[in-house]
């Protein structure tokens, strides 16, 4: 099992552009997870979905944000336009059922917006 | 919504000693609470779990307590050895774990020679 996989590893890009972020999941898991790292908020959730449907997206800072899951085994985090404050490792994690299930991480998306 | 406080934020312990990290939690009806370690440059990973109708979970070096009434939980690592440095988090969550977790701010464990 390759795990959750995330891409690019790292992104650097300029104020303005758009960005979008790539994550794979466990195959076989039904609910996936986006999070946000920084070192002055911690971990966040930004959205989750069970059944590739979004279910809460209510941590999804602003309208910049958007994401989507077309099928079981792709979802994408889009940020557009980017901004300096949306610099942050962004993790993917995938569970395989729903509650007590543990949540298997993605290496995680560093995105620096300069 | 739920909200996660974790003490301390940097702990430093000689090695072969205990470690404690705790936290608490506001909703009451939160029912999930894992630990995930997190090594510098890698990603999160669970080291133990433990649901709301239990007191307390073992495995080996490492314990979670739970005290439902108080709303506080805590991480117990014993025998502490090099490479259990690095930064735990606490979590919580209503749902089991399947309508997200929310985080703890983390603590970065030094196990010190």
């Known amino acids: 099992d390759a795990g959750v996989i995330q891409s690019p590893r790292h992104e650097v890009t300029e104020m303005g552009q758009e960005v979008t972020l790539r994550c794979k999941p466990i195959?076989?898991?039904?609910?996936l997870f986006w999070y946000r790292q920084t070192m002055m908020r911690g971990l966040e959730l930004l959205i989750y979905f069970n059944n590739n449907v979004p279910i809460d997206d209510s941590g999804m800072p602003e309208d910049r944000f958007s994401a989507k899951m077309p099928n079981a085994s792709f979802s994408t985090l889009k940020i557009q336009p980017s901004e300096p404050r949306d610099s942050a490792v962004y993790f993917c994690?995938?569970?395989?059922?729903?509650?007590?299930?543990?949540?298997?991480f993605g290496p995680g998306t560093r995105l620096t917006v300069t | 919504g739920e909200n996660v406080e974790q003490h301390p934020s940097t702990l430093s312990v000689q090695e072969g000693d205990s470690a404690v990290i705790k936290c608490t939690y506001s909703?009451?009806?939160?029912?999930?609470f894992p630990w995930y370690k997190q090594e510098l440059g890698k990603r999160p990973q669970l080291i133990i779990d433990i649901r709301s109708n239990v007191g307390e979970k073992k495995d080996q070096r490492i314990a979670v307590t739970l005290n439902k009434t108080a709303k506080h939980f805590s991480l117990h690592i014993t025998e502490t050895q090099p490479e259990d440095s690095a930064v735990y988090f606490c979590?919580?969550?209503?749902?089991?774990?399947?309508?997200?977790?929310?985080f703890g701010k983390g603590t970065h464990l030094i196990i010190q020679p």
């Open positions: 994690a995938s569970s395989q059922g729903g509650q007590y299930y543990e949540q298997y």
């Open positions: 909703d009451s009806a939160s029912n999930y």
């Open positions: 195959s076989g898991h039904d609910y």
């Open positions: 979590a919580g969550s209503v749902g089991g774990g399947a309508d997200g977790l929310t």
